[in-house]
């Protein structure tokens, strides 16, 4: 249990490091929101919504991808809310109903997509921001859920880039296929590139018995063809082109009407991360990341790539889609 207490500490130190500029409540959660300074006061402004990993809670995610700069660069909202789940020595441990993953939130049906549907309409009354360019993304859980609001409510999203994840929940047919760009490391232990018999569980394995996170496990296809099943579900043709080459960074398009989009970006070599991140196991770890606590970490979601910021590759992808 002291290795355990450890490593949490090394994982969510600092997570209170700043005060957030702004907060919302919803449905009796909290959520909250980063405005750039540039751009405190100005109407219509594009809102991103930042989701974060299983385990995770929403001031780990702001400052593990340090998606705020990204904000500043092209002047957008940005908005972390926070799944559900427990509170251990006063860090939050969370996850999102995502279908079949994670934690209590798929136990208890947690209503995640009434949630953050909820967040959406709260952002865009109170910031004045347009409705017609609210985007999703999210790292792992938080990606899977952002698979899951574009399927259920896309109405409320112009695209989404969830990065380290797949779809884990019953299909469903919308009305109308949100663009997709899905970032995706080559060397995923958690949600393997090319698919497996047992995907997930890098949460548990890091926290071990202690942290088990119920239906964590599940069998999962391969990337490439998940993100081609989206492009055929989507109307796009079969054909690709690359739009970025960059380090060991890949990033296609295939072939879609206007209005439509669907890419994937591969990161060669790249684990369980968000790329450009500062994820070296927590604050802990960045002095001195062969500590055994930090390098089990690392061990369980493999390398990270700094060739470029995954929040950027969401934005490039985001900026040209707006909802009918």
Not at 95 to 104: D, E, H, I, P, V
Not at 123 to 134: G, N
Not at 230 to 244: F, N, R
Request: proline share 5%; glycine share 12%; hydrophobic share 35%.
């Amino acid at each position: 249990m002291k290795y355990i207490l450890v490593l949490l500490g090394l994982l969510f130190t600092s997570q209170a490091a700043y005060a957030a500029d702004h907060s919302g409540e919803v449905l009796d959660r909290k959520y909250t929101v980063y405005v750039p300074d540039a751009v405190e006061g100005q109407k219509n402004l594009p809102v991103v919504l930042m989701l974060h990993g299983g385990g995770g809670n929403a001031e780990q995610m702001r400052q593990m991808t340090g998606f705020d700069a990204v904000a500043d660069r092209h002047k957008f909202i940005a908005v972390y809310p926070e799944g559900t789940g427990l509170n251990f020595l006063g860090k939050k441990i969370l996850t999102w109903n995502a279908g079949l993953c994670c934690g209590s939130s798929v136990k208890k049906n947690i209503d995640d997509v009434g949630f953050l549907a909820a967040v959406i309409d709260d952002v865009v009354k109170t910031y004045h921001a347009d409705a017609r360019r609210v985007y999703a993304t999210g790292h792992s859980n938080g990606g899977m859920m952002s698979y899951r609001l574009a399927c259920e409510v896309p109405e409320k999203l112009a695209a989404i880039a969830p990065n380290a994840s797949t779809r884990v929940f019953e299909p469903c047919h919308p009305a109308r296929h949100v663009p997709v760009l899905d970032i995706h490391g080559t060397a995923d232990p958690c949600v393997p590139y090319n698919g497996g018999t047992s995907c997930g569980g890098c949460f548990s394995k890091i926290l071990g018995e202690h942290f088990h996170l119920s239906g964590d496990h599940w069998p999962c296809g391969s990337t490439p063809d998940g993100v081609k099943a989206e492009a055929m579900a989507a109307g796009c043709g079969t054909e690709t082109s690359t739009v970025l080459q960059r380090g060991a960074v890949t990033c296609i398009r295939y072939t879609c009407a206007a209005g439509s989009g669907v890419g994937l970006c591969s990161i060669a070599g790249e684990g369980h991360r968000w790329a450009g991140s500062t994820d070296v196991g927590g604050p802990g770890c960045a002095k001195d990341p062969d500590r055994k606590m930090c390098s089990r970490y690392t061990d369980i979601t493999g390398p990270l790539n700094s060739d470029v910021d995954a929040g950027e590759l969401a934005w490039s992808f985001f900026k040209d889609f707006k909802t009918p």
